[in-house]
């Protein structure tokens, strides 16, 4: 099921878009970033995960339930379907429902039990580098192949928020 049409995005990519003007970076950006992609999209779980190349890990840098997903710490990227598809290919993925999850992520069940079924990561790429990666949760098959070409957009609004990490 795609999002796409249901609600005007501009005014939502206007309001991310200006945040990158305000103080608080990249805070601030990512937190406008995690509210307009919940009005235009929709999620549960809105999380920024920073891709370091170097040592092939993954470090969470934003998320909107930090009980649950603090920020901070890091995780190795196993050589799976997903990273193949999303960090080196540096293509969408759509996990329609709970099963999908299961498939390409350890903390399936903490997943579940914030009532996320479903999941959309899309890469956030600057200068043929791959930054990291945004990631939507929300319950099963709410996201569709209609939703990919928004979240990109958002995504390219992330570059700016991810360059300014240190």
């Known amino acids: 099921m795609s999002h796409v049409g249901t609600v005007d995005p501009l ?4 309001a991310a878009a200006r945040a990158l003007a305000a103080g608080g970076q990249p805070q601030a950006a990512f937190a406008a970033l995690d509210r307009a992609m919940d009005a235009a999209i929709g999620h549960k779980l809105f999380t920024v995960l920073r891709f370091h ?5 993954s470090e969470r840098v934003y998320t909107n339930q930090p009980d649950s997903y603090p920020v901070g710490g890091r995780k190795a990227l196993n ?3 997903w990273a193949g598809h999303v960090i080196h290919g540096r293509k969408p993925y759509i996990g329609y429902d709970a099963a999908d999850i299961k498939s390409v992520f350890f ?17 956030v790429v600057w200068n043929d580098t791959m930054l990291g990666t945004i990631n939507i949760l929300h ?4 996201y569709g192949e209609g939703d990919i070409p928004l979240a990109t957009v958002f995504a390219g609004l992330a570059v700016t ?3 300014a990490l240190s």
């Open 11 to 14: 005014p939502h990519l206007e």
């Open 53 to 57: 190349a170097d040592s092939g890990e």
């Open 79 to 81: 050589p799976t379907f």
């Open 107 to 123: 903390d399936h069940e903490l997943i579940a039990s914030l009532g996320c079924d479903s999941v959309l990561n899309v890469p």
């Open 139 to 142: 319950e099963a098959n709410w």
């Open 161 to 163: 928020p991810y360059l």
